[in-house]
Every structure is written in C-alpha cells, then in structure tokens.
C-alpha cells in the first residue's frame, strides 16, 4: 500500500513539475490524434450524410459494413496497415512505417466508421423535411447539407468527440505501425505499456492520469451537449 501511495506520488510529481519527456509524450499523443479527427471527419459526416438521404442500392449493406467495424480490434488494423506499409507491402516505397503519418493513417482508420455509424444516427433523428424544403426552393447541395448538420450539431459534435476519445486512447495501432520510438512515435498509451514492462510505473501512473482526465473532459462535455440540446429542443 506504502509502494502505491509513492508510486502515485512519483506520478503527481511527474505531471506538475513539468517534466519534459512525459510532456513531450503527451504532446505527441494529442497532436497524432487530432490531426487524425480533423482529416476524417469531413469525409466521415458526408457518407453518414449521403446513406441517410441518397437513394441508391446496397445503402443498408454499407451501413451494416460500418457498423460492424466498431468492433474491430486496434491491433487488427494495426497489423493489416503494417503489411501495407512494410517494404515487402504495395506501399512499402512510401517509407511510411513507424512514422507519425502512419499512426495518423491508422487511428483515421479505426475512427471513420465510429463517425459515420454515430454521425448517421444523428442525422437521421433530424427533421427530414429541412433537406425537402431546402431542395424546394432551390438552395445549393452544399448549403442544405450544411443546414442539415447545423440542425443535429450537438448529435454530430458528442460523435467527433466519440471518435477522439476512441482514437487517443488506443494501443494497438499506436505500436505495430509507430514502433514506440522515444520523441517521434512514443504515445501516452504505448508509454505505457512499455514503462510497465519495463516496472517503471511512476510514469505510467501519470500517464493514465492524464487519459482518465480526458476521458472525465469528454463524458463532461457530452452530458453538457446532451442537456443543451434537450433545452434547445
């Protein structure tokens, strides 16, 4: 009990002294992460968009395909990126593994469909008929998409804020196609696991410290968006 009560200590210490490596750790971590939301997202909220108003076949079939994504483990993917990126893979001459860009092509992976499936759930609880009326009186495709994502915008906003606590706090990805290298592709959650490995815990605990922080922030901000958007309603 004395060992985890120092450890812990050892962690506060870490965290407000400012310690530049465990900063730089988190940094990075943001950095990857939100690099990766801001490019998906765009994309992401046009197919939930174009599967809740288009009309063309296979639309279930594709939702369904998303749908069963969500469940796919991190290392999945991470494995399956490492085959494409390795020399002997088809994007080998790229140069791209255990690269920051890598990472962020990863975790863009694992959050898209996490976007499209909440990001369809929230348009399609929007009234529909501000896409006919906006269709009626000739207003441009562009400015009735952008009507219709303004309507449900806490829905699409608790779903990027899904997304990112999704991608920030995953492993597998982070450390088949980043390699965990120190000051270039060490994240908060490979960090981690290497400093337990490792019996380093002091920095470990503060780390998580860091990721039960943000995941308090994001429950936080959703239960704000709910509750503003029930007084909206």
């Not at 530049?20 to 992460?33: G, P, R, T, Y």
């Not at 290497?194 to 920095?203: I, N």
């Not at 995941?215 to 936080?220: P, R, V, W, Y």
């Amino acid at each position: 009990m004395n060992g985890l009560l120092l450890t812990t200590q050892q962690a506060l210490q870490l965290l407000l002294s400012g310690d530049a490596e465990l900063w730089s750790i988190v940094m990075l971590s943001f950095s990857v992460s939100l690099k990766a939301i801001l490019i998906t997202t765009p994309f992401a909220l046009l197919v939930a968009f174009a599967l809740n108003h288009g009309n063309f076949p296979g639309r279930r079939i594709i939702l369904a395909f998303f749908n069963s994504l969500l469940s796919v483990p991190t290392v999945v993917i991470g494995l399956f990126l490492y085959v494409m990126l390795t020399r002997q893979g088809p994007f080998g001459d790229l140069r791209l593994l255990f690269t920051q860009s890598a990472m962020v092509i990863g975790q863009m992976i694992l959050c898209f469909p996490v976007l499209v499936a909440l990001g369809y759930a929230a348009i399609q609880a929007s009234d529909r008929r501000v896409w006919e009326t906006s269709r009626t009186l000739g207003a441009p495709t562009w400015f009735t998409i952008l009507t219709v994502f303004y309507e449900v915008r806490f829905g699409l906003l608790a779903a990027v804020l899904t997304g990112f606590g999704r991608i920030i706090s995953e492993v597998g990805i982070s450390m088949m196609v980043g390699g965990n290298i120190m000051g270039y592709t060490r994240n908060i959650t490979t960090a981690i696991a290497l400093e337990t490995s490792k019996g380093e815990f002091a920095q470990g605990i503060a780390l998580g410290i860091v990721l039960l922080a943000l995941a308090f922030l994001l429950t936080a901000l959703l239960s704000y968006l709910q509750g503003s958007k029930e007084l909206t309603a």
